[in-house]
């Protein structure tokens, strides 16, 4: 099995602290449903613990018998 497809890589800057960010994963019509995240606060306040994690499945493989 070979992989046919795409990578699609994103960088985002100048986003602003304790902000949410909406966005969408695909191409023309066949996008995803929308997706969120809200960015950590500023450093100094409180809120100092903050993680991020993100996922993808390429959906190349095939399902187990």
């Given at each position: 099995?070979?992989?046919?497809?795409?990578?699609?890589?994103?960088?985002?800057?100048?986003?602003q602290?304790?902000?949410?960010?909406?966005?969408?994963?695909g191409?023309?019509?066949?996008?995803?449903?929308?997706?969120?995240f809200?960015?950590?606060?500023?450093?100094?306040?409180?809120h100092?613990?903050?993680?991020?994690i993100?996922?993808?499945?390429?959906?190349?493989?095939?399902?187990?018998?």
């Amino acid at each position: 099995h070979g992989f046919s497809g795409f990578f699609n890589f994103a960088t985002l800057r100048k986003l602003q602290p304790s902000t949410r960010y909406y966005y969408r994963c695909g191409c023309d019509l066949h996008l995803s449903e929308e997706y969120d995240f809200v960015t950590p606060p500023s450093a100094g306040t409180t809120h100092t613990n903050w993680s991020f994690i993100a996922f993808g499945d390429l959906g190349t493989g095939e399902p187990p018998a």
